[in-house]
């Protein structure tokens, strides 16, 4: 399998991985009666719908390009409006987990997947199909596992900040989230202190040998 292969397969990945984890966000937030992700259209699997030119298109080809150690990316972010829910604080933390939470789910799929394709190589898949199987279920898993360790950072607007937020008290909540306003200049010093990569790379080194997947 050439090089341009898997990077098209991890792109594909990431695709789908973002667009779930924003899709969740908006399912949540309806059940929970806020229905503005639905009025939106922004409840459905069309790609379209989900992409953003920067965060879906631009930065993961930068990052293939300039072989960077993870693949990452965001999709345009569900409209939520928390003020439509039942109770907004309970509303605000389960809307927020509910984008981790799905890359979570979509890793374990992509667990089964994995062994599924190297239990039937030679088997009942033929060889190739089973192959490009594994490696399409290994770069699922690895996408999904880096972006939900990512979003769950407590740092705004980040899902992590979110569940921080609906557990603190309210006097301590509202000028937490205020951190929103530098929060890509914090994001940015995070992840040049190297403390996204350690935590992210921990993460996944132990999420691979619990299930038994190379990477």
């Known amino acids: 399998m050439t090089e341009i292969t898997v990077q098209i397969i991890y792109i594909l990945a990431l695709i789908v991985a973002v667009m779930t984890h924003e899709i969740s966000h908006g399912y949540v937030a309806l059940l929970c009666g806020d229905t503005t992700a639905r009025d939106a259209g922004r409840l459905s699997f069309n790609p379209i ?80 199909l089973a192959v490009y199987t594994a490696i399409a279920a290994q770069a699922y898993i690895m996408v999904n596992i880096v972006l939900m360790t990512f979003n769950l950072i407590p740092i705004p607007p980040l899902d992590g900040s979110r569940i921080v937020a609906a557990l ?12 929103e306003r530098i929060g890509f200049i914090l994001v940015i010093i995070v992840i040049n202190m190297g403390v996204t990569d350690k935590l992210i790379f921990g993460v996944l080194n132990g999420f691979m040998r619990a299930f038994g997947i190379p990477y």
Not at 67 to 72: C, S, T
Not at 168 to 179: C, D, Q, S, T, V
Request: positive net charge; contains cysteine.
């Open 49 to 128: 719908r989900h992409v953003d030119p920067i965060g879906t298109v631009v930065l993961p080809l930068f990052l293939v390009l300039i072989n960077a150690p993870f693949l990452f990316g965001w999709a345009k972010p569900v409209p939520v409006n928390l003020t439509r829910t039942c109770d907004p604080r309970q509303a605000m933390w389960l809307t927020a987990i509910a984008g981790p939470a799905s890359n979570m789910i979509q890793a374990l799929i992509g667990v089964a997947i994995y062994h599924l394709a190297i239990k039937t190589e030679f088997g009942i898949l033929p060889d190739i």
């Open 168 to 179: 603190l008290p309210g006097e301590m909540a509202i000028p937490y989230m205020r951190l």
